[in-house]
């Protein structure tokens, strides 16, 4: 029996290890193409010539169609009851409220973070934001350390000094080059500097307070997403309200929209639930080379379809990012764990603590919800 039992146990083992290694793969393709696409579509409708679309427009449908999608995920779990469902959301959002407006703050700092977005890919190359927005990495990690007394390893450290300077280097190439803008479209390439950099600070914040309030939390993804949702669409509303409400009034909500813009927003969307479902079997080593390689497809994607002119210094300056991104992924060794100079046993141990809850941060990804956990 043992006998007979080993080979088709180790059978078994073999086709589950090649099932998982086949979802890694298929994961790391979701990642990729996501996270490119999105970048390189929001480029590609904000640069064509003719009537542009509202993009406070663009940021209330994609929070109205996830909050949507999340409701109807909520109704399925709860297999189809309406009364279950509705009492189910009636605790979770009216009875226990201050859960609920717990979730304000970072909803706030996410819609201005997705309108930022817009700002930053209408005035710049979709491979220099691409690269840029890679700084979201270091705040993230300078607030977690700051925060939630996070302490990282030396091969952390190093990555957000390389992660650091392949920007500056970036940064360089793209004010002596000088920024082309597309056909028909006015650009500022300041403007553009300065929406992503506020957006990778919001992002960074965002993502590690969220994590701060929500430990220990037993609300499903879902259901915070709703909560989100509520927030973001009436915040959204209010800033389409305040910088565009005149125009909106005259011209309609959906002025200038296009299949192409409906594919953007789908993709913002759903891009992050779909997200969701593939990243349970991707680590962080995956997540990691997926964001790197965006980058490549961001860049290569951008000299055929933008015109991108790449040269010596913006190739160094988005290797030295590519390869920031994926150390930084790489678990702890025997040097990345060896403890910094000057922390505290105490610090240590909260650390130790702190691996084993969930973090909500993106790790680069563009996608700024919980669902990425």
Request: proline share 3%.
């Amino acid at each position: 029996m043992a006998a007979s039992g080993g080979p088709g146990g180790n059978a078994g083992s073999m086709v589950a290890g090649g099932g998982n290694r086949q979802l890694k793969y298929i994961s790391l393709a979701v990642l990729v193409v996501q996270n490119a696409s999105l970048i390189l579509s929001i480029r590609y409708v904000r640069t064509l010539p003719g009537d542009r679309f509202f993009a406070t427009s663009a940021v209330v449908m994609a929070e109205i169609l996830k909050g949507v999608t999340c409701l109807l995920l909520i109704f399925i779990q709860k297999k189809g009851n309406l009364k279950q469902f509705s009492a189910s959301l009636y605790d979770s959002i009216i009875v226990q409220y201050m859960d609920t407006l717990k979730l304000a703050v970072p909803s706030l700092i996410y819609t201005l973070q997705n309108n930022l977005q817009y700002v930053a890919i209408s005035n710049l190359p979709a491979a220099t934001f691409q690269v840029t927005y890679q700084l979201k990495i270091l705040t993230t990690a300078v607030f977690s350390v700051l925060m939630l007394r996070k302490s990282l390893s030396r091969l952390q450290w190093m990555s957000l000094v390389l992660l650091f300077a392949g920007v500056a280097i970036v940064q360089v190439e793209q004010q002596q080059a000088g920024s082309k803008p597309a056909a028909g479209a006015q650009q500022s390439y300041i403007v553009g500097l300065v929406a992503v950099v506020v957006s990778c600070l919001s992002s960074g914040f965002a993502g590690v307070y969220f994590e701060k309030i929500l430990k220990g939390s037993a609300a499903s993804v879902w259901l915070r997403n709703v909560q989100l949702g509520i927030f973001g669409t009436l915040l959204g509303l209010l800033g389409l309200w305040s910088t565009e409400g005149a125009a909106v009034a005259q011209h309609g909500f959906f002025f200038g929209y296009t299949p192409l813009v409906w594919g953007v927003i789908l993709n913002q969307a759903f891009g992050g639930l779909l997200v969701a479902v593939v990243v349970k079997y991707a680590d962080n080593i995956l997540k990691g080379f997926a964001t790197s390689f965006s980058i490549v497809v961001s860049t290569v994607a951008s000299i055929y379809l933008f015109d991108f002119r790449l040269n010596l210094l913006f190739a160094l300056g988005a290797g030295l990012v590519i390869g920031a991104v994926y150390l930084y992924s790489l678990p702890k060794g025997p040097l990345a764990s060896r403890p910094l100079a000057g922390t505290t046993i105490q610090q240590q141990a909260h650390a130790a603590q702190s691996k084993e809850l969930p973090s909500v941060t993106t790790d680069g990804f563009l996608s700024k919800s919980v669902l990425v956990n």
